[in-house]
């Protein structure tokens, strides 16, 4: 091994120092006269000890950064450091050149092209330099979040309901929204996580094929009872029917069918949607309110209305050629698949993520609801809070499927034959009446009129198994929800936030629907009665008055002569209440007097 090996080896491990002076004091006894020779280690001095200590020290210092803090962070506090030191620079070299320029005192412009142009120079020549350190790269998914300890809503509690009897049906309850501002920062910039599958298609028909039909229709294809157990079994890949079966595009030549400008419109929303829908004319348009000047510029807000509807409109001047009502813009749609408009709005309602196929987010409204929070809040509060890809509100008063059906069978929702051959199928499949052993499900009846959910394959599946569930059944939504939900949960482990129904009724207003306003409004007026005689007791009946005729008599033995010799008296003209019953009681003992004479 030759002297330079060793010393680069002594530079690196300290403990061969010791060796070297042991060999030097050898060579100078050797030599007897204090000097060494030139032969063994060429490199070594006498000020070799200090350097190599100081170098361990530096050693050891950055082994223990390494150790504690990682490649990747020590990478990004490098690039950290280094790029405050180029912003100290180009701004002490910026305010040097401008001092020099003239009398003017430094300052930095950064509308200064030079000093831009340096900036970006800069940028790029450390980009270039740093390209090779591994940052730490984005979450693929989002993962959630807490609130900040001592935020006002991690303590918030449902205050009791007030104490009234008058007011028994469901009322609003208070929500702990975040500011517009805080919500708004605090949007997922990565989907959420979607359990088991990753990739979602959709089947396409053209021509229809009805082999093996068990219900269905042209617009959501005739699935048969395999396909329809083989859409519950959750792979990573799927392929389902999903509506809009027989088209290329949704929305062209598929049923269900808009204008072209409209669908670029729709493809343009790469963010949050707000969608509703009015058909048959059937709900006014509602406009919301304490929405943000931020989310009218980024939020896409599409009302879907049929012809009837869209006549309507323009007979009453709502409808111009800018296809806006307010804040909505009006699509309107033709060839409806259905002749029931209840089951056309649940197209909109529930395949919002084929419709419009670039957005994040959707937050569907019935027709006849107003909105009154900003979506961004909500969104915040149901889903990205909760950790949710889907959130909808739980019915208010009835949590199991069998008494919903009877209730829809009570108030004449859809055929009760219909209704009974759909629960006794489920029944067939294991539907049994809700129980706590569900739990941590707390319903099987949501209040369908808002939907809050995230477009990520697990939602996207479970609202196209919904609707196929509304086409080839019933329209009444509320009967086969459980059934897919759970279904699902049994692959997957994924479930959807029901949240209370009165925390519904806090962000959006049910109204009246149109034909009940035009009843109201031709309505005869009914004046209530003056308020003095709602104040006053009705008067004491009036004592009965003595008239020319004798008082009956209930016995047999009463002859017309006796009837006939009975002195009369005329009762004189009341006085008073206690007069009058005086001359009635002296009037009546006087005829029994005269009947026992």
Partial sequence: MSGGSLGIRSSSYGSLDKQLQLQQQQQQQHNGNGVLSSAPFPMQTNGRTKPAKMFKEKESLFHWIFKFAGRKKVGMLFLCVISAAVFVWVLYVGKAEDAQEGGRPPTLSLSDTSSLSRIENMTFFFQGIFSNISLLPPPAYFLGYTLPPGHPCNSFTLPPPPADKKRTGPRPCPVCYLPVEEAIALMPKVPSFSPVIKNLTYIQED?????????????????????????????????????????????????????????????????VVVASAIFGAFDDIQQPRNISEYSM????????????????????SVLNDSRKVGIWRIVVVHNLPYTDGRRNGKVPKLLSHRMFPNARFSLWIDGKLELGVDPYQILERFLWRENATFAISRHYRRFDVFNEAEANKA?????????DFQVEFYKKEGLTPYSEAKFPIISDVPEGCVVIREHV????????????????????????????????????????????????????VQKYHRDVLEQMAHRPPVYPPSPPLLLLAPPPPPPPLLVDEPPLQTTLDTSTEKVKGAPVRRAPARRGRRSGSRRHRKVASGGKETDAS
Avoid at 298 to 303: E, L, V
Avoid at 411 to 419: F, L, P
Wanted: aromatic content about 14%; charged content about 25%.
């Fill in 457 to 508: 394959p697990i939602s996207n599946l479970f609202t196209c198994l919904w609707f196929n569930e509304v086409d080839r059944f019933t329209s009444r939504d509320q009967i086969s929800f459980s059934t897919v939900r759970d279904k699902i949960h049994e692959k997957t482990n994924w479930t959807v936030n029901m949240f209370l129904d009165c925390q519904r009724r806090n962000f959006v």
């Fill in 411 to 419: 108030a004449g929702k859809y055929e009760n034959a219909s209704i």
């Fill in 297 to 316: 510029n980024t939020i896409c807000f599409f009302m879907f209305v049929d012809e009837e509807t869209e006549a309507y409109l323009k007979n009453n």
């Fill in 207 to 271: 021509p229809l094929s009805r082999e093996g039909e068990f219900g269905g229709s042209d617009f959501g294809g005739y699935p048969t009872l395999k396909q329809r157990s083989d859409s519950y079994d959750i792979r990573e890949s799927m392929r389902v029917h999903c509506g809009f079966v027989q088209g290329k595009r949704p929305g062209q030549n598929t049923g269900f069918d808009m204008d072209k400008i409209d669908l670029d419109a729709m493809e343009q929303c790469h963010g």
